[in-house]
RNA sequence: CGGGGCGUAGCGCAGUCUGGUUUAGCGCACCUGCUUUGGGAGCAGGGGGUCGGAGGUUCGAAUCCUCUCGCCCCGACCA
């Protein structure tokens, strides 16, 4: 279809990266495994973090920034948590030319910084809870990587909070897992499914871990978000203590919580198409761009009605008006579809005679005719609609290719055509879990809160089991 | 780390098997000029390369040999 793009059907992982490139999102580092991500790309992750935050901080949480490196002690402290993350670690060994004394740990997480430094500031029940969320990066060496879904180097923000009680803490936790389902489908327009991770899934050093699952075109699942009620087991590892109300010692209760640049992946593989990248209007570092049309003399009157229309929407929106001389209209309908720009408005001298404009949307290519006097509501009405279609398109697929099944064979079929999320019964046993994943490739995605059935038998073992959950093929 | 593919201009490639009119070429992009402009314009002119790197074979290497570095894709670890 479009120049320099691979169709889906053709190669899936090919178009994942035909569109990155074409649409200027990112491009490979020198060091392997890492990217740049571009301005384009970083526009999208500043609207994912602008409206991130603004959550944040309406649910009581402060921005701070803990150090890029961590003493390689600290990270040993925690049993699980090094188990988890050691073989994954970038460790810094010299310093100004010395063999350093103590490794430094460039951070793949920062919980142990964090709580480090929670250790001197709680003392008592009166200094809690602390609600501290940091934007940075974080470094884990990863064998395999692509572009925003795994790469060595990814920006995340990363919530830390300490509380009086485990149920604070439990509220806690499910709480951002529901600011990530909101943001999810309200900006993203992408569907998600809340659940709980399995013992085998879950974050290390984690009493319980929480995420939110989506589906991409290809029917593979992506994790879009996880929130984790960490219990005591830091406050443990760090000697982190309060004084209750009634005057004795108890350790401090913890939750961790973060979204990634993944988020671009995912929304790239949620909505684009084989033309190239579609965003949602909500997160569009341009939501409306503007191509006057003109042959020689006609230029300078189209430019200047142009200009005023874009003048008079920038007061709501972000709008580009592409006045390049150097690229004819055709060309530039081009560079913005690839690019994903939901919106397109197209004025030339016959527009101008009847004061009207063309516009085009970029999810479906409806072309419609909009007098200038009632563009502005147009404009408003047509992006709230894309908003929303892409939302119930990525809805309808994913409910298209979800599946009920309690036969093994049939779950092994489904998986390979047409693939999807698969609901079946699963007795809680890592070990069937683990079985489950070597012979399909499928792993066990969450546990969904809302469950429909009650009673069933695991579909490995065939013990009876009274969770319904999600597996699937993933990224 | 295993399997596959690939390193030649900014990008995409041909040339490699069979070494020699190749002074290393083509398309796109880029620059200049003119004509163009409602779905990727046309013509003319122009700039741009240590052929990933190091050794070797040879009168002669992008091409053959050895070593090496890097990247992409598919698998085992993970947001």
């Known amino acids: 279809m479009?120049?320099?793009?691979?169709?889906?059907?053709?190669?899936?992982?090919?178009?994942?990266?035909?569109?990155?490139?074409?649409?200027?999102?990112?491009?490979?580092?020198?060091?392997?495994?890492?990217?740049?991500?571009?301005?384009?790309?970083?526009?999208?992750?500043?609207?994912?973090?602008?409206?991130?935050?603004?959550?944040?901080?309406?649910?009581?949480?402060?921005?701070?920034?803990?150090?890029?490196?961590?003493?390689?002690?600290?990270?040993?402290?925690?049993?699980?948590?090094?188990?988890?993350?050691?073989?994954?670690?970038?460790v810094v060994t010299h310093g100004g030319g010395k063999e350093l004394e103590e490794p430094l740990v460039i951070r793949p997480t920062s919980e142990t910084i964090i709580w480090s430094m929670f250790r001197k500031w709680i003392m008592s029940y009166r200094d809690l809870p602390i609600l501290i969320n940091q934007w940075c990066n974080v470094v884990r060496w990863e064998m395999r990587t692509r572009l925003f879904l795994r790469t060595s180097e990814f920006l995340w923000q990363e919530g830390h909070t300490a509380h009086a009680t485990a149920e604070e803490a439990e509220h806690e936790a499910r709480q951002m897992l529901g600011i990530y389902q909101k943001f999810a489908e309200e900006y993203m327009a992408l569907p998600v499914i809340p659940g709980q991770k399995s013992e085998r899934e879950k974050f290390a050093g984690a009493v319980r871990t929480y995420g939110i699952e989506a589906m991409m075109q290809d029917r593979k699942a992506l994790q879009a978000g996880t929130s984790h009620n960490l219990g005591q087991n830091f406050a443990r590892a760090f000697d982190v203590t309060f004084q209750d109300e009634s005057g004795k010692q108890e350790y401090v209760w913890a939750t961790s919580w973060g979204v990634s640049t993944r988020l671009i992946g995912a929304l790239i593989m949620a909505?684009?198409?084989?033309?190239?990248?579609?965003?949602?209007?909500?997160?569009?570092?341009?939501?409306?761009?503007?191509?006057?049309?003109?042959?020689?003399?006609?230029?300078?009157?189209?430019?200047?009605?142009?200009?005023?229309?874009?003048?008079?929407?920038?007061?709501?929106?972000?709008?580009?008006?592409?006045?390049?001389?150097?690229?004819?209209?055709?060309?530039?309908?081009?560079?913005?579809?690839?690019?994903?720009?939901?919106?397109?408005?197209?004025?030339?001298?016959?527009?101008?005679?009847?004061?009207?404009?063309?516009?085009?949307?970029?999810?479906?290519?409806?072309?419609?005719?909009?007098?200038?006097?009632?563009?502005?509501?147009?404009?408003?009405?047509?992006?709230?609609?894309?908003?929303?279609?892409?939302?119930?398109?990525?809805?309808?697929?994913?409910?298209?290719?979800?599946?009920?099944?309690?036969?093994?064979?049939?779950?092994?079929?489904t998986l390979d055509t047409p693939g999807g999320f698969i609901y079946t019964f699963w007795c809680g046993s890592s070990t069937c879990e683990e079985n489950i994943q070597e012979e399909t490739k499928a792993t066990l995605r969450c546990i969904p809160f809302q469950n429909e059935d009650g009673e069933g038998c695991c579909i490995y073992c065939k013990k009876k089991a009274h969770d319904r959950v999600i597996f699937a093929r993933a990224y």
């Open 2 to 90: 479009s120049e320099g793009i691979t169709p889906r059907e053709e190669d899936y992982s090919r178009w994942y990266t035909d569109i990155i490139a074409a649409a200027e999102l990112a491009d490979y580092a020198p060091v392997k495994g890492c990217m740049v991500i571009r301005p384009y790309g970083y526009a999208v992750w500043e609207n994912i973090q602008r409206a991130l935050d603004q959550m944040f901080k309406e649910t009581g949480h402060q921005n701070a920034y803990f150090p890029l490196l961590i003493p390689e002690s600290f990270l040993k402290k925690e049993a699980e948590h090094v188990e988890g993350f050691a073989p994954q670690c970038a």
């Open 271 to 413: 909505h684009s198409d084989d033309q190239g990248l579609v965003i949602p209007p909500r997160l569009a570092p341009i939501p409306v761009v503007i191509i006057p049309i003109y042959q020689g003399p006609e230029r300078e009157m189209v430019l200047a009605k142009a200009q005023q229309i874009a003048q008079q929407l920038k007061d709501c929106y972000q709008v580009k008006l592409d006045d390049r001389d150097q690229y004819r209209p055709g060309w530039k309908f081009n560079e913005w579809e690839r690019r994903g720009v939901p919106l397109r408005i197209e004025l030339g001298p016959k527009d101008l005679a009847k004061d009207q404009v063309v516009l085009v949307r970029r999810d479906n290519n409806a072309k419609e005719v909009v007098p200038i006097a009632a563009l502005q509501e147009r404009v408003k009405g047509l992006l709230e609609a894309i908003q929303h279609s892409l939302y119930d398109r990525a809805l309808q697929f994913r409910e298209k290719y979800s599946f009920y099944i309690d036969d093994y064979e049939e779950f092994k079929n």
